[in-house]
């Protein structure tokens, strides 16, 4: 599976990317190698996850070309100041060992310790400083994670520039519709975390039984749905097996079974945090 999701200015993006939320340093190091080995070309990590260091060195072991690998990180969601963002930036760039980076997100709008707490300014003020990481050709593009339109028109009406990509909790069950057709409106492009809602869509009876219609797993269906929805997905694993699985996407989902997915909407194991 390998086809490019492509933002507002051009820039393409590799269609499904190893997810490394909650993959321990060692694990994350293993799980770069082995994606790439079977063909992913898309890593997304954040320096909040602890393990840039761990993604950078597997992709420097890999032998693949690091401009041939899109790598995704981000701005820690309590870091709303300029010179934060700017030591983060810079300390992301050395952890990776590299000297651009493909994708840069704001990882939230508030702080994790206090949801729903408005950062709107601090937003805005480290917003233009990603607007100079990519004029400056450090970051290839910029974006948000977690933001909702109201986080987000703040951004475009104070420095006139969209976020390239919302990386959002999305899966089967929870396509958070506000946020993803309204970002899909303006051009934004949608990424999918958590596509198996951490794992907790694998057990569910009706997946199953599309599933085996395919001879496939319930999480190629969960991810196959994303690519459905125009999402880009990014499916974690540690394990070389579920990984290899996770990219081998070559079926499609007919419009009856995308159809009874789609009712499944409201039903996820998890609601959006702020919901
Ligand atoms: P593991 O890392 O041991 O493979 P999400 O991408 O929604 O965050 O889901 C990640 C969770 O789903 C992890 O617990 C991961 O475990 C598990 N997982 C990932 N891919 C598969 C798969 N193909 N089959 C079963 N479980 C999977």
């Known amino acids: 599976m390998q086809n490019n999701f492509t933002t507002q200015n051009g820039i393409s993006i590799p269609s499904v990317g190893l997810g490394t939320w909650q993959s321990a340093p060692q694990d994350a190091y293993n799980a770069v190698r082995w994606a790439i080995d079977a063909g992913y070309r898309h890593i997304d990590t954040a320096f909040a996850y602890g393990n840039e260091a761990d993604v950078g060195r597997a992709i420097r072991d890999s032998g693949v070309a690091r401009e041939q690998i899109f790598v995704t ?119 999918a975390y958590s596509p198996l809602a951490t794992g907790g869509l694998l057990l569910n009876k009706q997946l199953s039984q599309i599933a085996s219609r395919y001879g496939v797993s319930v999480a190629q269906v969960c991810i196959r749905y994303c690519l459905h929805k125009n999402t880009l997905p990014l499916p974690k694993s540690v394990n070389q097996a579920r990984i290899e699985q996770n990219f081998r996407l070559d079926f499609d989902l007919s419009d009856e079974d995308v159809r009874a997915l789609d009712g499944l909407e409201g039903t996820g194991p998890y609601r959006y945090l702020r919901s």
């Open 73 to 191: 990180t981000k701005l820690p969601a309590d870091v709303k100041d300029a010179e934060g963002a700017k030591r983060h930036f810079y300390q992301s760039l050395q952890n990776l060992g590299t000297d651009f980076i493909d994708l840069y997100l704001i990882h939230a709008p508030w702080p994790w310790a206090e949801i729903g707490k408005d950062c709107t300014d601090g937003n805005i003020v480290v917003w233009k400083e990603m607007i100079k990481f990519r004029q400056q050709g450090l970051a290839r593009e910029i974006g948000v994670s977690n933001f909702r339109p109201d986080d987000i028109e703040p951004l475009l009406k104070e420095t006139g520039v969209l976020p390239s990509v919302d990386q959002i909790r999305f899966f089967v069950g929870n396509m958070q519709l506000p946020v993803t057709n309204y970002c899909q409106s303006k051009g934004i492009v949608v990424e």
